[in-house]
């Protein structure tokens, strides 16, 4: 295998920021508190709203 650039592992750490489209909340997440998935080879992400439960998901793509 032969590396073209090294990964950052740091990034795999990121807060992410949350919006609930449901109730309006805010909020962020560590990693741990959220989960990643893929669709369309774009990574998503998503995490339980704090405040009414359901899922939200994060604006930021990585």
């Given at each position: 295998?032969?590396?073209?650039?090294?990964?950052?592992?740091?990034?795999?750490?990121?807060?992410?920021?949350?919006t609930?489209?449901?109730c309006?909340?805010?909020?962020?997440?560590?990693?741990?508190?959220?989960?990643?998935g893929?669709?369309?080879?774009?990574?998503?992400?998503?995490?339980?709203?704090?405040?009414?439960?359901?899922?939200?998901?994060?604006?930021?793509?990585?």
């Amino acid at each position: 295998m032969k590396i073209i650039q090294e990964g950052n592992v740091n990034r795999l750490l990121k807060t992410k920021r949350f919006t609930c489209k449901e109730c309006g909340c805010i909020f962020e997440a560590n990693k741990g508190e959220y989960e990643s998935g893929m669709q369309y080879n774009e990574e998503y992400f998503y995490c339980q709203c704090p405040t009414c439960k359901r899922t939200a998901y994060s604006d930021e793509r990585s």
